[in-house]
């Protein structure tokens, strides 16, 4: 049951990381594209996290491995060039950094559950989606006002 829970919540990341972050810097994937990378990227996030967890090997590594893979998944699922994979993979790595250091630590810290009985309960799904509220909020804004970073980034250098 806990695995289930767990893909249910790695998915929904999986998809709002291929939604938004290719969205953010102007690259055009359709949605199809979006839930193949998406699946297959919360497939990924859940296999590495447990493998890690199998053979006792201390998370922090597995960042990077999942960047690799997010950033392939964008260039070869997502058909955009590999700068545009890369700046993507970076900019899900951040909106995901500023869940985690943000909304994740005050999560934790109002629930009061030891983080090793968090792994056994739906509220690691649900913190799952509180680490993802950067993207959730950056989602909606992409879909509302077709917000690009890339383009804003360029007006600002402009000035």
Same mark, same amino acid.
Do not use: D
């Given at each position: 049951?806990l695995?289930?829970?767990?893909?249910?919540g790695?998915?929904?990341?999986?998809?709002?990381?291929a939604?938004?972050?290719? #969205? @953010?810097i102007?690259?055009?994937i359709?949605?199809r594209?979006?839930?193949?990378?998406g699946? $297959?990227?919360g497939?990924?996030?859940?296999? $590495? #996290?447990? $493998?890690?967890?199998?053979?006792?090997?201390?998370?922090?590594?597995?960042? @990077?491995?999942?960047?690799?893979i997010?950033?392939?998944?964008?260039?070869?699922?997502?058909?955009?060039?590999?700068?545009? /994979?890369v700046?993507?993979?970076?900019?899900? &790595?951040?909106?995901?950094?500023i869940? &985690?250091?943000?909304?994740?630590?005050l999560?934790? /810290?109002w *629930?009061?559950i030891?983080?090793?009985?968090?792994?056994?309960?739906?509220h690691?799904?649900?913190?799952?989606?509180?680490?993802?509220?950067?993207?959730i *909020?950056?989602s909606?804004?992409?879909?509302? $006002?077709?917000?690009?970073?890339? &383009?804003?980034? #360029?007006?600002?250098? #402009?000035?």
């Open positions: 049951m695995s289930l829970k767990l893909l249910i790695f998915f929904g990341e999986g998809i709002l990381t939604y938004t972050c290719p #969205r @953010l102007g690259a055009k359709n949605y594209q979006v839930l193949s990378i699946i $297959v990227y497939f990924f996030i859940y296999f $590495v #996290r447990s $493998v890690y967890s199998l053979f006792n090997i201390p998370l922090g590594t597995h960042t @990077l491995v999942l960047l690799c997010l950033t392939l998944l964008f260039k070869y699922l997502g058909k955009i060039s590999f700068l545009e /994979s700046i993507a993979m970076f900019i899900a &790595e951040g909106l995901l950094v869940g &985690e250091s943000v909304f994740a630590l999560y934790l /810290s *629930i009061k030891p983080f090793k009985e968090l792994s056994n309960t739906w690691h799904v649900l913190l799952i989606y509180i680490v993802n509220l950067p993207m *909020i950056m909606i804004i992409v879909r509302l $006002v077709n917000f690009k970073f890339i &383009e804003s980034l #360029r007006n600002i250098l #402009r000035m």
